[in-house]
């Protein structure tokens, strides 16, 4: 979900690599899904259907699309994921409802469908990206922590609910990152590449709880907590 993500992306690339052959890939954009599609299709025998999803529209409270419920996946990635526009949401409510949608109330539909008690009671994995957004408020961008926020609690709660079950759940607590949604926004020395990131996340695949990646943002987090408030006001 969100897979024309660059994250995503690479992530699929390394399961292909890794003998992966079946994808189902979700997103708004459906030109660059097929791409990505055609891409992973020239490995002999994958299989990978679409599925086009806006989750602006449940800003809008327009029914969005559902997942695939006649098939059961080893993995459910979760990518989705909009900045918005930060100073337009200090005024405009209909563009504060769109940047929670996008990062979290567009995805419970989603989350409820795949956490069904029956899943969680058979092996499989759930990796949801979420921000160190969500560790404090920041002046630059509180709507979009604040979902991000709501959705690593959510995720915490069934992460919870998995303990002693077969199912695990996985929080990426994900920090600036090579990808257009971060140019001109991050010093270029602490932005991960993606591909980076896929193969971190695969090298321990079975790993459940929660997670800064990369690993560094853990220390720049626990100091970002620490700042007074006459400091934090400048992040």
Not at 19 to 42: K, P, S, Y
Not at 76 to 96: F, K, N, Q, V
Not at 141 to 165: I, M, Q, S
Request: glycine share 6%.
């Amino acid at each position: 979900m969100g897979s024309t993500s660059l994250v995503a992306m690479a992530i699929c690339r390394e399961l292909l690599r890794r003998g992966c052959l079946r994808f189902h890939l979700v997103a708004r954009n459906g030109e660059t899904n097929r791409v990505l599609a055609d891409e992973l299709m020239q490995s002999q025998g994958v299989q990978v259907s679409l599925q086009s999803l806006d989750l602006w529209a449940a800003a809008k409270g327009q029914p969005t699309a559902q997942p695939p419920l006649e098939e059961s996946f080893d993995l459910y990635l979760i990518t989705a994921g909009s900045l918005g526009d930060a100073e337009r949401a200090r005024h405009d409510p209909s563009e504060a409802l769109a940047i929670t949608a996008a990062n979290y109330s567009g995805l419970l539909p989603w989350l409820t469908v795949i956490a069904t008690a029956e899943r969680l009671e058979r092996p499989g994995r759930l990796w949801v990206f979420s921000s160190v957004a969500a560790d404090r408020g920041r002046p630059s961008n509180y709507h979009y922590g604040a979902a991000k926020a709501a959705l690593t609690t959510y995720c915490e709660g069934l992460l919870l609910r998995c303990h002693g079950k077969p199912f695990a759940v996985r929080i990426l607590k994900a920090g600036f990152m090579a990808t257009p949604m971060t140019v001109g926004k991050a010093p270029p020395a602490l932005c991960a590449s993606p591909e980076l990131v896929a193969r971190a996340l695969l090298r321990r695949p079975d790993r459940r709880g929660m997670e800064y990646i990369p690993w560094w943002w853990s220390a720049i987090m626990l100091l970002v907590r620490l700042l007074p408030p006459a400091l934090a006001r400048k992040l």
